[in-house]
């Protein structure tokens, strides 16, 4: 049997593209697989070793939770020190700076008083996300009001860094 050019052609290309599947099949797709294993493998261990700093944390909440409860009537002085002491483990825990916490700003009419306290942290976008979401989601007597994001240049390491001001308000009646 005498075969043109054009079908050798196509039983090259044919053999040429199962070779290629084959190839696919048996070497470089466990590859990848055995990558994206590694990789995840790589991840739980990574949250394996930050274990005991989160649970660390964890039992600081939960110290701060019991104060709480037992003394609901908390003075503004604990109640600054107590979210000094949040915000500042968090940034620890989570590699970032606390820059300024001043004394809030009081604002007293009638009846009532509005705390307004203020922080400013530095560190990666996602860490202050995170931050703000703790803050939210936890029950530390005051609410989030507003926040504020701002880039700064440090010239001495050039580079950029971003801080976030954030601003939390506390309502109490002023005769307690």
């Given at each position: 049997?005498?075969?043109?050019?054009?079908?050798?052609?196509?039983?090259?290309?044919?053999?040429?593209?199962?070779?290629?599947?084959?190839t696919y099949s048996f070497a470089i797709k466990k590859t990848i697989d055995?990558?994206?294993?590694?990789?995840?493998?790589?991840?739980?261990?990574?949250s394996a070793n930050l274990a005991p700093q989160y649970m660390q944390s964890l039992q600081q909440e939960i110290e701060l939770f019991?104060?709480?409860?037992?003394?609901?009537?908390?003075?503004?002085?604990?109640?600054?020190?107590?979210?000094i002491q949040v915000v500042g483990d968090y940034c620890k825990l989570h590699g970032m700076t606390v820059q300024s916490f001043p004394n809030p700003h009081v604002f007293t009419k009638e009846k009532f008083q509005l705390q307004t306290y203020r922080f400013t942290v530095a560190g990666n976008y996602a860490k202050h996300v995170q931050l703000l979401q703790m803050l939210e989601h936890r029950n530390i007597g005051a609410k989030i009001v507003s926040?504020?994001?701002?880039?700064?240049?440090?010239?001495?390491?050039?580079?950029?860094?971003?801080?976030?001001t954030v601003y939390l308000q506390k309502i109490h009646d002023s005769h307690e």
């Open positions: 049997m005498r075969q043109n050019g054009k079908q050798i052609w196509m039983l090259t290309l044919a053999g040429i593209i199962l070779v290629t599947i084959a055995t990558i994206s294993n590694c990789n995840a493998m790589t991840h739980t261990l990574d019991s104060k709480n409860i037992g003394n609901s009537n908390i003075s503004d002085m604990d109640f600054q020190i107590s979210l926040v504020h994001f701002e880039t700064q240049k440090q010239f001495q390491q050039h580079r950029e860094l971003l801080a976030m």
